[in-house]
C-alpha cells in the first residue's frame, strides 16, 4: 500500500518563490499545472481524471507521484481554480508542495528540475491593486492580486461621545468570501453614522493607512470605489506620490461583499491593466530596445531593468550555449562565438529563470491585443531599459 504524500498548501503570493524554491530538490521532481475549477466544462463528466492522466503519461511520472496527484484531484476542487504541484521521492514516502490560485493557467507538466515557470507567470504578469471603496458610513481598503480580493482594513464612521469612527479588526477571508460589513460585525441597537466629513479624522486615518500599505509596497495601483462623495473627499486627500497611482474609479456601496466589489471594479481593472501594459509598451518602443538579438544582448549586458514576453514565452524559440550564453538565431555552424563549443535549441520560456537570476531582469507576460502588438511591431521582445 502506498505512504500518503505529506503535503504543504500554500496561497500564491509574492512569498511564494521564496519559500517554495529552497525546499524542492534540484532533479527528479514532477511538475503539473491542472486547471481543477469544478465550473469549468472542460472538468465534467470525468475529464479532468482522463487529462490529469495524459499529462503524467507524456512525462513518465513514476507510479507512486502520479497516483498521489490522481487521488488529489477531488481534494484541489473543493479548494481552488488551478492548483500547481510538485512532487518528488524521498526515502520511499512522496513529499508534495501545493500552491493554489484563483488565476487562469495554462496546464503542464515536467518530471525533472522543477519547473517554476508557471508560477513566475502569475506573480509577474498581475498587477498589486487597492482597491480603497469610502461612503459616509464605510472606508475600506481591499488588496486584490492574482485574482483573488482580500480586506485589509475598515473604519465605520459613527457617532459617539469620544470617537468619530471605530476601527473593526477583519479575519482572514476566503476569497470572494467576505460578508457584507453589516452581517459581519452585528450590533443590538443601531448606530447612527456622521458625515464623513466631519473634523476630517475619518478620511485622515483612512489615508494615514493607505499611505503606510504604499510605503511598504502592498499595491502599485489603486482603484477608487464608493458614493460620488465619498471618492471626491479621498481624492482631496491624496498626496502626490499616491495621485500617480490612481487607476480609475467605480461607483459601488460601501458595505458590498467581495464578490460585489471584484464584480463593480472589473471593468476598471481590465481598463487599467490595458493601460499600465499599453504604457510599458510605448517605453519600450520609443526610449527601449526590442527585437530578439538586440534585446538578448542588452539583458545579457545588465542593462534591462523590465523584459516583455509575448504569453508565457513558450511559442519563442532561442539557442544557448555551454556557458548559459543565450541566442535569438542559430549561431553560424551551430558554434557558440562565446565558448566555440555547440548550441542547444530551447524556447524562451526555459530560459527565462537563468536570465533572471544572473541579470536581475523582472519579466512582464503579455496577453491578448498587447502580445499581439510585441509580437508584429517588436518582433516579439522588448526591453525597458534601466540606464
Known amino acids: 500500500m502506498p505512504t500518503p504524500p505529506t503535503t504543504h498548501h500554500a496561497q500564491l503570493g509574492n512569498a511564494t518563490l521564496t519559500l517554495l524554491e529552497p525546499a524542492l530538490p534540484a532533479q527528479n521532481v514532477l511538475s503539473i499545472v491542472l486547471d481543477v ?3 469549468s466544462a472542460l472538468n465534467q463528466d470525468g475529464s479532468l481524471h482522463i487529462r490529469t492522466q495524459h499529462l503524467l503519461d507524456a512525462v513518465a511520472a ?6 498521489a496527484v490522481m487521488n488529489d484531484l477531488d481534494d484541489a476542487q473543493r479548494r481552488t481554480r488551478t492548483r500547481l504541484s510538485f512532487l518528488w521521492d524521498e526515502h520511499g514516502h512522496v513529499q508534495r508542495q501545493t500552491v ?14 522543477p519547473d517554476l515557470e508557471p508560477l513566475h507567470f502569475a506573480l509577474e504578469s498581475s498587477a498589486r491593486v487597492l482597491l480603497a471603496v469610502i461612503d ?10 492574482l485574482g483573488e480580493i482580500t480586506e485589509l482594513y475598515r473604519l465605520e464612521n459613527v457617532l459617539g461621545t469620544t470617537d468619530t469612527f471605530r476601527i473593526h479588526v477583519v479575519p482572514t477571508p476566503e476569497a470572494h468570501s467576505l460578508q457584507s460589513v453589516a ?23 483612512l489615508m494615514a493607512q493607505v499611505q503606510r500599505l504604499y510605503q511598504v509596497g502592498a499595491f502599485e495601483q489603486l482603484l477608487i470605489g464608493g458614493s460620488v462623495l465619498g471618492r471626491a473627499e479621498f481624492r482631496a486627500e491624496l498626496g502626490p506620490d499616491l495621485r500617480g497611482t490612481i487607476a480609475g474609479e467605480f461607483a459601488t456601496p460601501g458595505d458590498a461583499t467581495a464578490a460585489e466589489l471584484f464584480t463593480a471594479a472589473q471593468t476598471a481593472l481590465l481598463v487599467m491593466e490595458d493601460h499600465l501594459e499599453t504604457a510599458v509598451l510605448d517605453e519600450a518602443l520609443e526610449s527601449g530596445v526590442h527585437g530578439g538579438a538586440s534585446t538578448l544582448e542588452a539583458v545579457q549586458e545588465g542593462r534591462v531593468a523590465q523584459l516583455l514576453v509575448s504569453g508565457d514565452g513558450s511559442a519563442q524559440r532561442v539557442w544557448q550555449d555551454t556557458s548559459g550564453q543565450v541566442y ?27 536570465l533572471r537570476e544572473r541579470y536581475g531582469v523582472h519579466v512582464r507576460f503579455l496577453t491578448a491585443a498587447r ?5 508584429t511591431q517588436m518582433g516579439g521582445l522588448a526591453g525597458v531599459l534601466r540606464y
Open 183 to 205: 452581517e459581519q460585525s452585528p450590533r443590538n441597537a443601531p448606530v447612527q453614522h456622521q458625515s464623513a466629513q466631519q473634523g476630517g479624522r475619518f478620511h485622515h486615518a
Open 371 to 375: 502580445a499581439q502588438r510585441l509580437d
Open 100 to 113: 493554489d490560485t484563483q488565476l487562469q493557467l495554462d496546464e503542464t507538466s515536467r518530471y525533472g528540475t
Open 37 to 39: 475549477n469544478p465550473g
Open 136 to 145: 459616509d458610513e464605510w472606508g475600506r481598503l481591499l488588496s486584490v492580486h
Open 328 to 354: 535569438a538565431q542559430a549561431p553560424a555552424s551551430g558554434v557558440s562565438p562565446l565558448t566555440g563549443g555547440g548550441v542547444s535549441e530551447r524556447n524562451l520560456r526555459e530560459v527565462l529563470p537563468l
Open 62 to 67: 513514476p507510479a507512486a507521484l502520479a497516483a
